[in-house]
């Protein structure tokens, strides 16, 4: 079963918007992944935060981890057409595999 | 710009028939993923090796599975008989675990379709 549950499934928003996605988990992590995938293609890894740190930046990215409400959340700043694609947080519990969630669709319109 | 490949990257068969799924990892990366993807499971994991060897395969129904890595440049996924269900997108990633912390590499995916 998925360990992260994206909220929302889909979010529509105009093009220098913000867009905040949301990732609840249910058991103890070592880290938690952010993921990009376009349409018809692999996942792109965007970025990742550790289980002992609070919040991280790279470029427009800005994510957060709460551990005590196990919640993570990405905000892509200034959003910008290219970045319609779907979202997906993963956790990583050990050194090894990776739980993904079932993602966000994001859509930017001009 | 070292990247994961896969071939083929769509495949049209038919119920029955074997299907052989190959994929190349980024050079130096000693962990490889094989994810299917549907839009009703979403993204979910069949298994993964690390230096080569079988770790986990839980996630693949074996009846009709099987992965293996006959060397480190080449991992397969095979599917003997193939089913109808099967039809999915498999991705297969790589990746290295450094300091614990494991970033995965995904390949374009395989768009099986089984008729």
């Known amino acids: 079963s998925q360990q992260g549950e994206e909220d929302p499934q889909a979010l529509s928003i105009q093009e220098g918007e913000n867009a905040t996605m949301n990732c609840s988990y249910k058991?103890?992590?070592?880290?938690l992944q952010w993921y990009r995938q376009n349409s018809g293609r692999g996942l792109v890894h965007l970025i990742l935060?550790?289980?002992?740190?609070r919040e991280k930046h790279s470029g427009r990215l800005r994510v957060t981890l709460d551990t005590s409400k196990k919640s993570s959340s990405l905000l892509i700043t200034a959003s910008r057409a290219a970045d319609t694609a779907s979202y997906f947080c993963?956790?990583?519990?050990?050194?090894?595999?990776?739980?993904f969630g079932q993602g966000t669709r994001l859509t930017i319109n001009p | 710009d070292a990247r994961v490949t896969q071939t083929p990257r769509d495949k049209v068969t038919e119920m029955g028939q074997e299907v052989t799924m190959r994929c190349q990892p980024i050079?130096?990366?000693?962990?490889v993923f094989w994810y299917r993807q549907t839009m009703m499971q979403g993204l979910e994991l069949l298994a993964y090796?690390?230096?080569?060897?079988?770790?986990?395969d839980s996630g693949m129904p074996k009846d009709r599975f099987s992965a293996e890595m006959p060397d480190a440049t080449l991992a397969t996924l095979k599917i003997q008989p193939s089913e109808p269900r099967d039809s999915a997108v498999y991705f297969c990633?790589?990746?290295?675990?450094?300091?614990?912390?494991?970033?995965?590499?995904f390949g374009p995916g395989t768009r099986l379709t089984v008729l």
């Open positions: 058991t103890s992590i070592n880290n």
């Open positions: 990633a790589s990746g290295t675990v450094a300091g614990g912390y494991n970033e995965q590499f």
């Open positions: 050079l130096g990366h000693n962990t």
């Open positions: 993963a956790t990583q519990q050990g050194a090894q595999k990776l739980v």
């Open positions: 935060i550790r289980s002992n740190e």
């Open positions: 090796f690390r230096n080569r060897a079988p770790l986990d």
